[in-house]
């Protein structure tokens, strides 16, 4: 495995590879990895005949206050991780590399980054306008033909897609299940700030998206989204949102017809912001009372 420090290094790898029959497959991750990124990295690793894993805390996506600066790192044991998966190279830039004196461009999807975690009361549209132009920039820099993403970001990788699609990015834009802990807790690196107190309540998250899928099959959407809030607050945590959308506009759900409902949640557990989400199949569940 080959860590590449610079942008000119990375397209001097790339236009090596091009001259070559290779699949190229990016996992794009800001490190302190665990093993949602594994499952990541597995799939590129199965489905390509070279992997590149970029890590990399890319400082646009994170508003004023935010935790840039004690965002959880550990190089050495990352690179250790990603050898162990079979990651041919690890692409780790520096900030001032990526964004040197001069840099003016950003790249913004409209509309899908305003609601949920783009909405001013959260993150705000400035966080998914630093995601989609570091992932562009990755997208252009390593040009694999396919890039894996966690749906545990699930507007994230909405808006990802349709970045791609917009600007007609070649790759591939694969989306990968989330993974839990035992109990549940969707696996973050951010996990990795929580007291035993606060790791103990944060387990309400995952079990509040769970009664909000049983409450829908039994009494409908609203009062599922309902039971989902009620479900939260009762473990003492007030979410940030709580909302039921459909995953590919991220409009409003009603819950009516048989499209997937994405419902999302974020939540501040004890100072650590959290977020989660489950996608309902409502032609997957059995409706007592249609009316
Ligand atoms: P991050 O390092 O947190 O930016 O995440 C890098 C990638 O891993 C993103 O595509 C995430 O959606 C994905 N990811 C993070 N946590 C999980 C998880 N628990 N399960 C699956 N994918 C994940």
Redesign the pocket.
Known sequence: MKVIRTPAEMHDLRAELRRQPVSVGLV????YLHE??N??LRRAREENDVVVMSLFVNPTQFRAGEDLSTYPRDEERDLAIAEGSGVDYVYAPEPDDVYPAGYSTKVEVEGLTEVLCGSETSRGPGHFAGVTTVVAKLLNAVDPDAAY?????AQ?ATVIRRMAEDLEFRTRIEI?P??RERDGL????RNAYLSPEARERATAIWASLLETESVFAEDGLDAAVDAGRRHLEMAGITPEYFEARYPGTLDPADGEGEEPILVAVAANVDGTRLIDNILIEPSRTTRRNPE
């Open positions: 794009p991750t800001m490190g949602g990124h499952s990541l993403f966690g749906q545990k970001d994230q990968l989330t993974v969707a696996m973050s690196s």
